[in-house]
T-cell receptor, first 113, second 111 residues
């Protein structure tokens, strides 16, 4: 069965640079969530989209933005990167705006040097 | 404070032992999920429980949803090193259509 796809899997950036992470949800899933997971921590919710509209917002810094496109894939744009942004970034998808369980992608490991 | 509290936070046991992880809340959930995450990987969905009092079994793992749908437990029988990982519960808050994650339980099963 098709799973959530995230790209790239690994990304190394320098401070103050920008990064774009991509998420391709499971086919027919219309809802996407973004999470940030620091070392030894549980995933922290950043933002979610349902039917291409932002549906909820968590602890996403103002330097970050995201959107969901017409094909339901989503991109997380991160600017003015800081050392503290180094983390695993997960995307999860589901259907129906979040009434069902989420399925996670493999994650993107971002390292800011 | 976390809406879903998991306990214990850390658990280190020997292969073959049994263990139970708890996920508790004062709120009611429409459904509750359990995930296992290995280092550097995404959380993998293990089970979804929906009905109060529901019990689901997945090989050596037994999941239970509380009667009032406020809590859940995960019991592992005869733990194996392959069970090592971070176990996360997550629930869909009743009437809010929003998921909340528990604080996580880090399990280490020593051979």
């Amino acid at each position: 069965a098709a799973g959530v796809i995230q790209s790239p899997r690994h990304l190394i950036k320098e401070k103050r640079e920008t990064a774009t992470l991509k998420c391709y949800p499971i086919p027919r899933h219309d809802t996407v969530y973004w999470y940030q997971q620091g070392p030894g921590q549980d995933p922290q919710f950043l933002i979610s989209f349902y039917e291409k509209m932002q549906s909820d917002k968590g602890s996403i810094p103002d330097r970050f933005s995201a959107q969901q496109f017409s094909d339901y894939h989503s991109e997380l744009n991160m600017s003015s990167l800081e050392l503290g942004d180094s983390a695993l970034y997960f995307c999860a998808s589901t259907q129906g705006g979040g009434r069902y369980e989420q399925y996670f992608g493999p994650g993107t490991r971002l390292t800011v040097t | 404070t976390q809406l879903l509290e998991q306990s214990p936070q850390f658990l280190s046991i020997q292969e073959g032992e049994n263990l139970t992880v708890y996920c508790n809340s004062s709120s009611v959930f429409s459904s509750l999920q359990w995930y296992r995450q290995e280092p550097g990987e995404g959380p993998v969905l293990l089970v979804t429980v929906v009905t109060g009092g529901e019990v689901k079994k997945l090989k050596r793992l037994t999941f239970q949803f509380g009667d009032a749908r406020k809590d859940s437990s995960l019991h592992i029988t005869a733990a194996q090193p392959g069970d090592t990982g971070l176990y996360l519960c997550a629930g869909l808050l009743y009437n809010f259509n929003k998921f909340y994650f528990g604080s996580g339980t880090k399990l280490n099963v020593k051979p």
